[in-house]
Each structure stands twice: as C-alpha cells, then as structure tokens.
C-alpha cells in the first residue's frame, strides 16, 4: 500500500502555490492519487478521479537576496498576503499506464499594504494606515497527460513516470481595485489600477510544462520518492501596466512579466502497519520563479525568487477514497535580482519580496 499512497502525496505536491510575492501559479500533476501500485489498481473501479485541494498561505517576511529585513516588521510596513485556494481537478486513465488530466483553481487573495496606498514614511503616512486590496476567481487552467515507463502491474520495485502539458490563460490577468491616495491637502482620493502581480488570478500567457516523477521500494512499508516540474512560459509580458498613474514607466519593468516557474521534490514515505492505508512522510521540496526564462524574453517585472521547505506530511487511503495533508515549512528564502534588476549600470538595484512561513495544504480524490 505504501506506494500506493506515496504517489497520492506526489500528485498533491505538484498542486503549486506561490508563497508570498513571489507569483508561483496554481499547477498540477498529471499523475492522478495512488497511480503505481497493484495494491491501487486491485481497488481502483474506474477510469475517472476527481480531485479537490485546499490551499492557504500568509506571507509577510521580507527578503532581499537571501537577507531578511526585519525592520519591516518592527516598523509595521510589511507587506501582507493572504490566499485561500480550493484546487479542482479530473484524471481519467485509459490504461494503467497512461493518464490525462485537468486542473482548475479557484482563489481568493487579499493583500494589505501602506507602501501601495498612502506610503511606508510617516512623513507621508503619519497614521501608519494600512488599506486592503484582493481577487476573487478562477486561474489558469492545466490539461496534461502523464506516462509510467514500465507497468504498475509488473510490481517493478522502482518506476518513473514523465509528462507533458499545457497551460491556458483561464486566469483573469487584468485584476484591479482601489488604491488609497493623498493629495497635496493631505485629502484621501481613491484610483483604480491593476492589484499586485503577486494576487493576479492568472499571468496571460499560454505556457507549456514537463515532469516527471519516481519512485523506489526500500521495503515493504518504505518509500523514497522524487519528481520535478517546469513550466516554459514564452509570452514576454502581458500587457498589464503595474503603475498606469506613473510619469514615467520603467520600460523593463512597467509591464507584468509572463515568468516560467520551477519545483522539485525528494523525500520517504513509511507505511503505518497498525493503521491501514495511512502513511507518513517527510522529504525536502524547493520551487521558485527564475530570472531568466528558458525559452523567450524576460523583461517586464517580476519577483524572482525561491523557498526550500521540510515538508512533511501524512497520506490516507482506502477503497475510492484518498486524502493528504501536508505543511512545507520554510527553511530557506531568496529573492533574486530580476532581469530589470540586473540592467541597473550601478549594480545596487535589487528588489525585494515577501515570503510566508508555512503552506497548508489538504487534498482529496475519489474513483468512479
């Protein structure tokens, strides 16, 4: 059973989130819950799965590099981000070996700040007021297709399953809400413009990704497991200006960036014997957004960065049923210079960004 389970946590891992301000998007693994072991396979009764995931952060550390900024706390500027996301999603299984799937998120996101509204100084923000802006709604759809190398029937002791999919830009982009201002009486006027790219619900742009996950059996109730995933994102930008009121636009980082993002992961499983179809496990798990894209432009703005996370978690199932709930816990958070960054002829420009400090993260799946 403990393979069984262990790919269950595979495919939650691939349900991405970002976590903070760097805009990691919702993507999903093709593989559906449980998909390489007989024991799965003797339960499954059907071809269709569906899939619901729930997923909540809070990020409110500053990092520049790998250095946190502190003083943004003690000084009450930090910037907050909260996101509550339910992930929703079908696999149907031609064969045992073969896999497609489809995964839509719906999210919420609210953010505060005072830098975006009336400023971080107290010259200009002598009450410290903190204003709120946010998106509700769908995000970018993934449709993918995933293939085990060798069959699951065969009981191989190790497997490896590889995929390919596409991401469409179901997401709305183009976001906006009200932002609180001062005008020279110090009087309160409100504009409307895009929200941060970080609660955008979408990033524009059509992408494509690759995958892959594996396996190996150490014994019968213990499981290492191991599976990566990039997206290519070749849209440059997407045609939303981040600050539509400003004099003049940074011509690299006036529009949002259409980034590619990355994750991978490494960890065991153990099989609890006195609890059937329970499992616990821990690895280590790494995503972020690169820089530099692999194929087309990186200019516009973006905040690229990565966390590694412990990650922890247990897994469940039984019959139809599968359930997962895991934490990644933040060890390491770096926010990267960005391409626009990296133009600066002094070298000093360096931008920075807000992590969270955990993930939540429960989902569950049933065959018909």
Not at 168 to 188: A, I, M, Q, S, W
Not at 227 to 242: A, C, D, I, K, S
């Amino acid at each position: 059973m403990s393979i069984g389970l262990l790919i269950l946590c595979l495919t939650v891992y691939n349900q991405l989130f970002a976590q903070g301000c760097i805009a990691i998007r919702h993507m999903s693994c093709a593989a559906p819950a449980g998909a390489s072991s007989a024991d799965f396979f003797k339960q499954r009764t059907g071809h269709w799965q569906i899939n619901a995931g729930y997923r909540y952060f809070r990020s409110f550390r500053h990092f520049r590099g790998d250095h946190q900024e502190h003083e943004r706390i003690d000084q009450h500027t930090e910037v907050v981000n909260v996101s509550h996301a339910l992930d929703l999603g079908i696999t149907y299984m031609p064969t045992p070996r073969w896999s497609i799937s489809a995964y839509l998120p719906v999210q919420y996101n609210d953010r505060s700040s005072l830098y975006e509204h009336y400023g971080n100084a107290i010259t200009q923000n002598p009450d410290q007021k903190r204003f709120h802006t946010g998106s509700q709604g769908i995000g970018d759809m993934r449709i993918s297709g995933s293939y085990w190398l060798v069959s699951p029937f065969k009981l191989p002791k190790a497997n490896l399953a590889v995929g390919l999919g596409v991401k469409l830009p179901t997401g709305n982009y183009r976001v906006t809400d009200n932002f609180h201002k001062l005008d020279k009486e110090k009087k309160d006027y409100v504009i409307n413009k895009p929200v941060d790219q970080s609660i955008q619900l979408g990033d524009g742009g059509v992408g494509v990704s690759l995958e892959a996950q594996g396996y190996a059996q150490f014994t019968k109730s213990l499981t290492a497991y191991v599976n990566g995933f990039y997206l290519f994102n070749p849209r440059e930008t997407n045609g939303v200006v981040r600050n539509p009121e400003a004099t003049t636009i940074d011509l690299l980082a006036g529009e949002f960036s259409v980034a590619d993002q990355f994750a991978a992961r490494i960890g065991l499983s153990q099989s609890l014997q006195f609890i059937p179809g329970l499992a616990v496990m821990l690895g280590g798990r790494v995503e972020g957004v690169p820089a530099i894209d692999a194929i087309g432009g990186s200019k516009g703005f973006r905040r690229p960065g990565y966390i590694v996370s412990v990650e922890p978690g247990l897994t469940y199932m039984r019959g139809k049923f599968s359930a997962a709930a895991t934490v990644p816990v933040a060890l390491y958070r770096n926010r990267i210079k960005s391409y626009a960054d990296r133009q600066d002829p002094t070298g000093q420009r360096h931008g920075d960004a807000a992590f969270a400090d955990y993930l939540v993260s429960i989902n569950v799946s049933r065959w018909f």
